[in-house]
């Protein structure tokens, strides 16, 4: 879809987003930015009337990206290809934003299908896509029900997935209200779901419960 060449001094992928320029007065005006990880991806959704969508550009999601953003809107949509495991590989980039008080939300894709498919099928699956967005935690926890799991393993595993982002969480109305939701999944008090979360903030970045 393109050339993913090397920095350069002009060019420099973890602070450039392909389309910003062209996405600023979208992005303000629309209270929200669409994130897409390739520029094909961007373009298309440019051309389905999306205008306030941006692309990362062979690289991750940087702080630096973030703070171009968050100077326009506090909203983020995510829209990946359609699997939990294409917006799991994101987890830096979703903890960065969940830090820095975003508000993240998922759009979901069909599977296996990125944005560039979804659009050339149909742009109005591509806009409902857009409208009909999950919390990235909700989106975590979700994925985690649908194994089926009993309850004791559930709260397990919802421990390992799902406490670091609540932990992310700058905001402390949406962490209480997550941790509530979680403690009436699993049984649990949510004094012993805070204690657990607070663990996790307190463990370095590369471990998790």
Not at 86 to 115: H, Y
Request: net charge neutral; proline share 4%.
């Amino acid at each position: 879809k393109y050339i993913n060449s090397p920095d350069t001094l002009l060019y420099d992928k973890s602070r450039a987003l392909y389309l910003f320029d062209r996405a600023k007065l979208a992005l303000r005006r629309a209270d929200r930015c669409v994130l897409v990880e390739g520029q094909f991806d961007a373009i298309l959704s440019h051309q389905a009337g999306v205008l306030e969508t941006v692309a990362v550009s062979g690289t991750a999601l940087s702080i630096h990206h973030l703070e171009l953003i968050h100077r326009l809107t506090g909203k983020l949509i995510m829209a990946f290809d359609g699997d939990a495991a294409g917006i799991k590989a994101s987890n830096r980039a979703i903890t960065l934003a969940l830090e820095r008080g975003f508000e993240v939300r998922v759009a979901l894709l069909p599977a296996g299908q990125d944005p560039a498919e979804v659009i050339r099928e149909s742009k109005s699956a591509w806009e409902t896509a857009l409208t009909h967005t999950s919390h990235v935690i909700d989106f975590f926890i979700e994925t985690v029900k649908r194994r089926g799991l009993e309850r004791r393993e559930l709260a397990h595993q919802i421990e390992r997935e799902v406490y670091p982002y609540l932990a992310a969480l700058a905001n402390p109305i949406d962490q209480a209200y997550f941790i509530r939701s979680v403690a009436e999944l699993t049984g649990l008090p949510e004094g012993t779901i805070r204690e657990g979360v607070s663990r996790t903030r307190s463990l370095p970045a590369n471990e998790s419960p």
